[in-house]
């Protein structure tokens, strides 16, 4: 199994085709230019003078309608753009998770901008202050690729387990994500095999504190249950700095959890947004052309 590296996933939100939703689009605009068609012959002026006190609002209302194909140009111009960001994020991400580990430093205001960047370590665990962050499924590269395309897949369930980890070089205490291990392995005893207590070099990858979600349940310090990264917190329970790595594959010994557990996902639907906002504007800009440059009828 190859977890050297996290997953990057580009979450694809687009179930129909850009030729499907052309069509929808320009049979909704085709709906919408016959109600406005309906309502100019209804709201004809009889006399030629009630025509000609109406000319301006009908130059009005020409121009006006003109906004729709022109706003939908501007917002299908501004995907554009956002989705050349979104490439180029993601490129700098995958360039920095796979650059050569540094020393970490305990600098706060450096660690900030180390985010998913390669560290290296030398110390001991505390395997008596143990973590627990809940629920989790294994990061399998491979088995996701596999999988890739399958409408139901079968994750296995478990947790990462988040040890102290004493640095003998920097003389502190820090919290390291050992890895995953499934829901039957959650106690230290049924793994004893994989408790490391000598002296060891460790790499991983610098992570920050992250807020609590939308529907993510608040963590249960009693209980020793963590649903997501509370730094603060978790360095007040374990007596440990702030500061956390997830420990990469290189980590993972036989019975223990399994490093590597860092996951990347960044939701690139921009492509998605580009045909939505150019397939609406040159729907209605067609229609708004016949409608007012060919006089022809809807």
């Known amino acids: 199994m190859s977890g050297l590296l996290p997953c990057f996933i580009l979450v694809p939100r687009c179930n129909i085709s ?8 320009y049979k909704s605009c085709s709906s919408f230019w016959f109600s406005v068609d309906v309502c100019l012959r209804f709201c004809k002026p009889q006399s030629s003078t009630a025509a000609a006190d109406t000319s301006g609002e009908d130059t009005l209302l020409k121009w ?22 979104k490439l180029d994020l993601i490129a700098q991400l995958a360039s920095r998770i796979t650059a050569d580990p540094i020393p970490l430093t305990l600098d706060p205001m450096e660690l900030k901008e180390l985010e998913y960047r390669p560290v290296k370590v030398r110390g001991r665990f505390d395997h008596s202050k143990e973590l627990y962050i809940l629920p989790r ?37 820090i919290l390291v994500n050992r890895g995953f291990v499934p829901r039957k392995k959650l106690k230290p005893e049924t793994r004893l095999k994989g408790q490391i207590e000598d002296e060891i070099d460790l790499t991983g990858v610098v992570r920050l504190t992250e807020k609590r979600k939308p529907f993510v349940p608040e963590n249960n310090i ?52 580009i045909v939505t906002w150019y397939s609406l504007c040159a729907a209605t800009a067609f229609l708004w052309y016949k409608k007012f440059i060919q006089k022809l009828p809807l």
């Open 18 to 25: 850009c030729k499907n939703l052309a069509s929808l689009l």
């Open 64 to 85: 006006g309608l003109l906004l729709i194909p022109l706003t939908t140009f501007g917002l299908g111009t501004w995907q554009v753009q956002r989705r050349k960001w």
């Open 137 to 173: 499924s294994l990061v399998d590269p491979e088995r996701e690729a596999r999988e890739a395309g399958r409408i139901t897949s079968h994750p296995e369930n478990g947790a990462n387990v988040v040890t102290p980890f004493y640095c003998t070089e920097l003389g502190v205490m």
């Open 222 to 273: 009693e209980k020793n249950r963590w649903h997501y990264r509370d730094l603060e917190a978790m360095a007040k329970v374990t007596g440990a700095e702030p500061i956390f790595i997830d420990a990469d594959f290189r980590s993972t010994v036989p019975g223990g959890p399994i490093g590597g557990q860092t996951r990347v996902s960044l939701r690139n639907e921009h492509m998605q947004y």
